[in-house]
């Protein structure tokens, strides 16, 4: 991929900022703080995530939105059973939001790592600053469209649609992508705007040092005699079987997170991939997080360290799957000894220099689109990814 061009010593520049620049790139970047203190951006950010209710009311709304998208899943009748399944699922979900605080923290998460990316790129890539970021979530404020408006307002010279999934699947960063397709079907396109696309990164080595360092900080809270025995499980979000046999390239990329962070870390300890929130009664793919604790305890594993390998900040699926029904209540119910959580990445200094490097690194590439997402999964059926992948090639000037 693209990003396998990192050279780690360019990372150890990104480290220590400072060391980085010469008498032109501070010439530079004075005339684009210049230009941010008049307050127009040159180069928008779009951190594009599924998004997670603020608050209770928005549970709803945001369930609905997913229930009716199709890139999301396939349903029948999908128009009228959709928002059936989200109304029948309103308040048991509302009530988990309720016992983490309300609301999910994934905005003011994504705003922080926004905020701190762009006073790196800032620095580390002066020609192309001032840089801004925008959020654009799925199924909840701020929304695709609304962000991809405000963009155009601010009068940018260059917008990065940036997926906040690290590994790629159709289910989340290709909706995501699509949500953007879709929304210029139905108005002027801002040709004057240069786009282009990260769509993955499952396998930066910011990124794995960032996931190996949170699991170090969880080892040591062990003690010293029990360490060695602790099991890491890498937990991601499942997905249908029916959308793995199609060819969605998640498994695959998750899989490769995890080879690398155990590489890193030295293979320390033993493992294991396993998948999370299964939902409705369709095959998913495990085995699952909930019946591999079952099954460790039962040949003898006491102890345990839950990643969530898949997701870059804390929400409902980290702060009450794992948190209170794994850790807390099935530990107690199996009777494990120990079950503790690795933070996500959120603000992470690391997995900062982590997206400032993946950005500056696009910025400065040829390549505007990785080739793969311009390939369909090899049994892909939804006429929306077809079509949106020609545009994209065409807006940014790639073959499809
Ligand atoms: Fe993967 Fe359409 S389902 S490209």
Not at 29 to 41: D, E, I, N, Q, T
Not at 154 to 180: H, K, M, W
Not at 236 to 248: E, I, Q, T
């Amino acid at each position: 991929m693209w990003y396998k061009t990192v050279k780690a010593a360019r990372i150890r520049l990104f480290d220590f900022p400072g060391i980085f620049f010469n008498g032109y790139s501070k010439m530079l970047m004075k005339k684009s703080l210049s230009s941010a203190a008049s307050g127009s951006p040159k180069t928008a950010i779009m951190m594009m995530n599924m998004g997670g209710p603020q608050s209770l009311d928005q549970v709803s709304t945001y369930l609905t939105r997913i229930m009716t998208d199709t890139d999301m899943m396939q349903l029948p009748v999908q128009g009228v059973l959709g928002p059936y399944i989200a109304k029948r699922r309103t308040a048991s979900v509302q009530k988990k939001y309720d016992e983490i605080g309300g609301g999910s923290p994934i905005l003011k998460w994504t705003k922080l790592q926004g905020e701190l990316l762009c006073q790196k790129l800032d620095q580390v890539s002066p020609e192309t600053a001032p840089h801004k970021y925008y959020v654009a979530f799925r199924y909840v404020d701020p929304l695709t469209n609304s962000t991809l408006e405000q963009i155009e307002k601010d009068g940018v010279e260059r917008v990065v649609l940036f997926s906040q999934y690290p590994q790629y699947s159709c289910a989340t960063s290709g909706s995501s992508f699509n949500a953007i397709y879709n929304h210029y079907m139905n108005r002027n396109f801002p040709s004057n705007i240069k786009w282009s696309l990260i769509d993955r990164w499952s396998t930066h080595p910011l990124l794995v040092r960032t996931f190996a360092d949170r699991i170090q900080t969880e080892l040591k809270q062990f003690p010293k005699e029990k360490r060695n025995e602790v099991v890491i499980l890498f937990s991601a979000h499942s997905l249908p079987l029916k959308a793995v046999n199609r060819g969605d390239p998640y498994p695959s990329e998750v899989g490769a997170t995890v080879q690398l962070v155990m590489n890193e870390l030295g293979y320390c300890n033993p493992y294991s991939l396993v998948w999370q929130s299964k939902v409705g009664p369709l095959e998913w793919l495990g085995p699952f997080t909930d019946d591999a604790i079952r099954a460790y305890v039962k040949q003898g594993k006491k102890n345990f360290i839950l990643v969530p390998i898949a997701f870059v900040n804390e929400h409902i699926e980290t702060l009450h799957e794992l948190d209170i029904e794994y850790c807390q209540d099935l530990g107690k119910e199996v009777g494990a000894e120990c079950i503790r959580r690795a933070a996500a990445p959120n603000d992470h200094p690391l997995f900062i220099s982590a997206l400032t490097d993946i950005v500056a690194t696009h910025l400065k590439s040829e390549q505007k689109v990785n080739p793969k997402f311009l390939t369909r999964c090899p049994h892909c059926t939804n006429k929306n990814c077809y079509e949106a992948k020609q545009w994209f090639a065409k807006i940014c000037q790639a073959t499809a």
